[in-house]
């Protein structure tokens, strides 16, 4: 290791810490402002070194550096101006529509390695069960958290939707990606797999949150923040980088652990609510 | 298994057990700030954008880079913001008291 991979490496390690120390303090009122500051702390921590890293390195195009400054630049207005402005009692949908762009980023990041590293090439399973899950539980939770945010600021209707087979088509959703995993596991890497494990797990998310009432959707929400988490654990295992390993296996445990929780306060069961069709109406939020 | 996979794995199963580990039963009003703080906690994957943007070479690629670029910035960024912005609430002198009662009932 030279002298920057080390300090970048127990840079990250630091930036782990805060996240899971930020976590316990979020724990009681007292400490948790200063909880989420502390995790905020360690997120910059590991921004700025990523962009250290990329620098030395010098492998980025100018255009790369452009696109990439683009996007972060827009992201962050649009980002920070949503966060501030938005009534409070707006604030579950606001986390859902945060939650789905952070799933979208998951299996964008699929998507870019699998088409970059992978096409035309056998894989080996370390890398097409990551790819696969990455992009499937990021698709996930992009269009279920888009519904979700839909149904809890009233442009999707609050009441449970259902249609005539959509139990059937969820069903053909699941096989699509089933099928989607054998092709990409199994055979040399090609792009209808991942097109079909994209779509299926799009189609699926939308399947997963339509049927659920507005009541429920918070513990919805708190649940696809959690899956968020692990599809971004395995984007980590896809890019072979820990700290998004870390941070993502975190959240995916910890928000199951919160929802479980969210539902108990609701007097509900998790498995209940998917079920789907109870809780009517709209969100008090 | 190569000693990478092995390494990324094990960080992998012992950061979910811290994670559900860490999370114990929490006063019904900071749930809320709590989804919210992990959600921006997952914003972490900003850093797999930069790592992805260093890779592209092509217009595909850049589109792809610029799109998890702009998707990982709104959850970092908002994340963040609306957390503390609930959270802010708590420290309020006139949120005190009926904090405190709230978390009484608990």
């Not at chain 1, 400490?31 to 590991?46: E, F």
């Not at chain 1, 390695?113 to 992009?142: K, M, N, Q, R, W």
């Not at chain 1, 609510?273 to 109406?281: E, K, R, V």
């Not at chain 2, 709104?74 to 959270?87: A, C, F, K, W």
Request: aromatic content about 8%; some cysteine.
């Amino acid at each position: 290791m030279t002298w920057l991979q080390t300090s970048a490496s127990l840079i990250y390690l630091i930036s782990a810490v805060c996240y899971v120390i930020g976590v316990h303090m979020m724990r009681s009122p007292k400490t948790a402002r200063r909880g989420n500051i502390l995790s905020g702390i360690g997120m910059a921590l590991a921004v700025i070194m990523i962009m250290v890293e990329l620098i030395d390195q010098g492998k980025i195009t100018l255009t790369g550096w452009i696109v990439l400054f683009a996007g972060l630049l827009i992201g962050i207005v649009y980002g920070v101006v949503k966060a501030r402005k938005v009534p409070m009692t707006d604030v579950p949908q606001l986390v859902s529509l945060f939650n789905a762009v952070g799933g979208g980023a998951a299996a964008t990041i699929g998507i870019f390695d699998y088409t970059h590293e992978a096409l035309g090439t056998s894989l080996s399973l370390a890398f097409s069960i990551p790819v696969l899950l990455d992009i499937v539980i990021g698709g996930i939770t992009f269009s279920g958290s888009l519904i979700a945010t839909g149904k809890l600021s009233g442009h999707v209707s609050g009441k449970p939707i259902s249609f005539p087979g959509d139990k059937l088509l969820n069903g053909i959703a699941v096989l699509a990606i089933i099928v989607a995993a054998v092709w990409m596991i199994g055979f040399p890497s090609a792009y209808w797999p991942l097109v079909l494990s994209l779509v299926a797990s799009l189609v699926f998310g939308l399947l997963m949150t339509m049927p659920i009432g507005g009541a429920d959707m918070p513990v919805v929400v708190s649940l696809l923040n959690a899956f968020t988490g692990l599809a971004v654990a395995f984007a980590g295992f896809v890019i072979d980088n820990q700290v998004l390993i870390i941070a993502g296996a975190l959240v995916g445990a910890a928000g199951t652990i919160l929802t479980l929780q969210m539902a108990e306060a609701m007097n509900r069961s998790v498995a209940n609510i998917l079920a789907g069709g109870f809780g009517g109406g709209e969100s008090t939020g | 298994m190569s000693q990478e996979l092995y390494t990324n794995l094990a960080i992998f199963v012992l950061s979910l057990l811290v994670g559900f580990e860490v999370m114990s039963k929490i006063p019904a009003t900071l749930q809320t700030p709590m989804m919210s703080g992990a959600n921006a906690i997952h914003g972490v994957v900003v850093v797999g954008a930069f790592a992805i943007a260093a890779e592209a070479n092509n217009w595909y690629f850049y589109l792809l880079a610029f799109l998890a670029a702009f998707f990982s910035a709104v959850n970092v960024s908002g994340g963040y913001t609306v957390t503390d912005r609930m959270l802010g609430m708590f420290n309020r002198p006139k949120d005190k008291p009926a904090d405190s009662k709230k978390e009484g009932d608990q």
